[in-house]
């Protein structure tokens, strides 16, 4: 493999081509950067987008375990608009998880007879359908 040069948070680095933003920032140090679906035993795959990077000319984020670094390649690991993506991605994670167990409260409240009687007349899951039966 070539030796490439390339920037990784302001820091110039060089590495052997072939490897990807992950490996290179993991390898030599740099950072660390989060992943979900990674494995080293399997081929890169960067569904999860977890381990979100920054590269510049690119308009969006891409995922580090699946791009390959290339020669002049400048790349930040964490800055505001990285934050803010993983921020937005937890956010929906938590959102949707807190509207599970609401869903489910109601369901079991409903059919309760203990609960008081000033519990709506309608389940929740009248309202939003999609979301109960995907429960």
Known sequence: MSTIKMTVNGQEIETSGGQTILEV?????????????HS??????????????????????????????????????????IKARLLVEHLGVFIVALLKVNVRNARIAFNNPRVPSTFPATCCCTAYPPACARL
């Open 25 to 37: 920032v993991h390898d030599q140090g740099l950072d660390t950067i989060p992943t979900l679906c």
């Open 40 to 81: 080293p035993e399997l081929k890169p795959y960067g569904s999860c987008f977890l381990c979100v990077v920054e590269v510049e000319g690119r308009p969006n984020l891409v995922p580090s375990c699946a791009t390959r670094v290339m020669d002049g390649m400048k790349v930040e690991t964490k800055n505001t608009r």
